[in-house]
C-alpha cells in the first residue's frame, strides 16, 4: 500500500486534473477524457501500480467520468433546443456498436499498444484542432446508408481507444457535414453517453492483475470520484468564460499542448 502522504498528494493532483478538465470541456467543447486519460496514466504509475494493463484502467475510468458529466451537458443543451436528436437516433446505434468492440479490442491489448494508439490518435485530434478551418466541408448534409453504418462504429470504437466521450472525432465528424457547431457539440455529448454506458459495462468484467484499492473492474472510484465532484463545478466556469472570449486561439494553444502530451505518450510507448 502506498504511503499515506503520497496518496493524498495523488488526491490533490487528480483534483487539479478534474478542475483543468472540466474548464477544457467547458470552453474549447473537448471532452476532459483527452486529458484525463495520460493524466491517470502518470497519477497511477506515480503510486506504483504500472502493469501492462494499466491504460486499460485510465481508459475505463475516463469513460466512467464521461457518463456522468455527458448527462449534464446534454441535459443543459437540450433545455436550449440545441441537440439533434434525429442524428442521435440514427447515429447512436453504429456508435454503441464501435464502443463494444472498442472495449473487447482495449481489453486485449497491452499498455504500451495502447499508449501508442492513444498516442497517434491524439496527436490526429490535435492537428485537426491547431490547423482545422471552420469553413472545410465533406459534404452538405450527413451521411447516410452505407457511409453512416460504417463512420459510426469508427467514432464509437476509436472513442474507446482513447478514453474520450463523443467531441473529439463526434464534433469534426458533424461540422464537416455542414451542422451548425453549437448543434454539433451539443449533440456530440449525446455520444458520450452512447459511447460510455456500453464501454464502462464491459470494462466492468475486465480483471486486473494489479490494481489501486476500490477498483471494480478496471474502474478506480476513488479516481473517478474526484474528477467528477471537480468537473461538475469547473465545467459552467469554462462555459462562461467561452461567451466572454475568443476559444479559437485558446484550441490552438491547447492542439499545441496536446501534440506534446501524444508525442511523450508515443515515447513511452517505444520505451524511450
Known amino acids: 500500500m502506498p504511503e499515506t502522504m503520497l496518496l493524498v498528494q495523488m488526491a490533490v493532483f487528480l483534483l487539479v486534473i478534474g478542475a483543468f478538465a472540466g474548464v477544457l470541456a467547458g470552453l474549447l467543447g473537448v471532452g476532459g477524457g483527452i486529458v484525463l486519460v495520460p493524466a491517470f496514466f502518470y497519477a497511477f504509475a506515480a503510486l506504483g501500480y504500472d502493469s501492462p494493463q494499466l491504460m486499460q484502467m485510465c481508459l475505463a475510468t475516463s469513460l466512467a467520468t464521461i457518463i456522468v458529466t455527458s448527462a449534464r451537458s446534454v441535459l443543459a443543451h437540450h433545455r436550449k433546443g440545441a441537440v439533434d436528436w434525429d442524428i442521435l ?19 486485449s491489448l497491452r499498455s504500451g499498444t495502447l499508449q501508442a494508439i492513444f498516442g497517434i490518435l491524439a496527436a490526429l485530434v490535435a492537428l485537426y484542432m491547431t490547423f482545422g478551418k471552420s469553413h472545410w466541408r465533406l459534404g452538405p448534409v450527413m451521411p447516410r446508408g452505407i457511409w453512416r453504418a460504417t463512420v459510426s462504429p469508427m467514432i464509437g470504437f476509436l472513442s474507446v481507444l482513447m478514453g474520450i466521450g463523443g467531441g473529439s472525432f463526434g464534433v469534426p465528424t458533424m461540422t464537416l457535414f455542414s451542422v451548425p457547431i453549437h448543434r454539433a457539440v451539443a449533440t456530440a455529448a449525446g455520444f458520450g453517453i452512447i459511447i460510455a454506458v456500453p464501454s464502462v459495462a464491459g470494462f466492468l468484467f475486465v480483471e486486473m492483475a494489479v490494481a489501486p484499492p476500490f477498483t471494480i473492474g478496471a474502474i478506480n472510484l476513488v479516481a473517478f470520484v474526484l474528477v467528477i465532484a471537480m468537473t461538475l ?3 459552467p466556469w469554462g462555459a462562461a468564460l467561452a461567451h466572454r472570449m475568443d476559444p479559437v486561439p485558446l484550441k490552438r494553444v491547447f492542439g499545441v499542448f496536446l501534440i506534446l502530451v501524444a508525442l511523450n505518450m508515443l515515447r513511452k510507448a517505444l520505451g524511450w
Do not use: C, R
Open 89 to 107: 437516433k440514427s447515429w447512436g446505434p453504429g456508435i454503441a456498436v464501435g464502443a463494444l468492440i472498442g472495449v473487447l479490442v482495449a481489453s
Open 233 to 235: 463545478i469547473t465545467a
